[in-house]
């Protein structure tokens, strides 16, 4: 692993597979009730810049099952709401905790917090990606169908975001077909679709037909509409959305044992049905609970490497 997760795009294949298999491995040993705590007398600083449940709750939760502690900071709360330099701050938390979570608007932020922190700073989500969302997503799809990505049909349907970008680059690094299905103007990264396009060997296609997308298709993926701090075009995005909602209907074009996910939380009604959400295709709240699982994989990963390098150094 490498110090820091800012985006799936930065990890090998291999590091993928390291973290899906050590998320295994803590979900076995909590069913069990087998205590593990690698990382007891460590501490995460949170950085919550936007609202956050599942991010915040997996993580704090996450630390305190591997015997560490997390400390959640509201901006408004600390100088960085102040004015104080991103730098200035990650080189200060750097001499008090042993790694920094951020959930901001900017991947720029992240991407500087990471080069002036000596400590890992995970990604918790930015408005250009989620990649502890889609290493979740991965790790679900996995326990459900195996590692057999090749010839595996994964479609997107919705607002080609933070969520969709990630899962182009988890396309990418993996190998599974991925078919984005996103109404004129609401197109994933072009910059992110285009190089996995060149670089991938996989088939990564954008359509604007959501029955397209999700033709034969092992798994649905999709989002809200109108994302944090797109509240105001609401109304307009409702419009330009009509056609994309996953629904019965929608289902009827996959393969029969499809799986529907939802990276949470949902507008039920708008992007999803209520009878897709809580019927017996969705996956979702397991997606919800693997979270927990896959976050405390990426802590344990980066903190246990950092720990292992300072002895070599």
């Known amino acids: 692993m490498k110090k820091d997760l800012l985006t799936i795009y930065d990890l090998t294949k291999a590091e993928i597979e390291a973290i899906l298999q050590k998320a295994a491995e803590l979900k076995e040993m909590l069913r069990k009730g087998k205590p593990y705590q690698p990382l007891a007398g460590k501490t995460l600083a ?9 991010t915040r709750v997996s993580f704090e939760v996450g630390m305190f099952h591997l015997g560490g502690h ?5 901006p408004q709360e600390t100088q960085l709401g102040r004015g104080e330099a991103i730098a200035d701050t990650a080189r200060v938390l750097s001499r008090y905790v042993d790694g920094i979570m951020v959930r901001t608007f900017a991947q720029e932020r992240v991407e500087e917090m990471a080069r002036f922190a000596t ?3 995970i990604n918790g989500l930015s408005d250009l990606l989620h990649p502890c969302q889609i290493l979740s997503d991965i790790f679900t799809m996995t326990e459900k169908l195996g590692h057999q990505y090749v010839g595996l049909k994964v479609a997107y349907v919705g607002d080609g975001n933070n969520v969709a970008n990630s899962w182009i680059n988890g396309a ?13 103007g609401y197109e994933p990264d072009a910059e992110i679709l285009s190089r996995a396009q060149a670089e991938g060997s996989s088939k990564i296609i954008l359509t604007h037909a959501p029955k397209e997308a999700v033709e034969e298709a092992s798994v ?4 809200v509409w109108a ?8 109304a307009k995005r409702i419009k330009a959305f009509q056609g994309y909602q ?8 996959a393969r029969k044992d499809v799986l529907v996910m939802h990276c949470l939380p949902a507008h039920r009604g ?4 209520d009878e897709v959400m809580d019927g017996t295709h969705s996956v979702v709240f397991d997606q919800a609970e693997n979270r927990l699982h896959v976050q405390k994989a990426i802590l344990t990963l980066l903190m246990e490497k950092r720990q292992n390098d300072e002895k070599g150094s």
Request: hydrophobic share 40%; proline share 7%; aromatic share 6%.
């Open 220 to 223: 649905i993926n999709t989002d």
């Open 46 to 54: 949170m950085i919550f810049e936007k609202p956050s449940t599942r």
């Open 227 to 234: 994302s944090m701090g797109q509240e105001g075009e609401r």
């Open 70 to 74: 997390a400390l959640s900071l509201n």
């Open 246 to 253: 996953v629904n019965a209907d929608l289902l009827r074009h």
């Open 270 to 273: 708008e992007e999803i049905t």
């Open 172 to 184: 990418l690094r993996l190998g599974f077909d991925l078919w984005l299905a996103c109404p004129p």
């Open 119 to 121: 400590i890992p700073v």
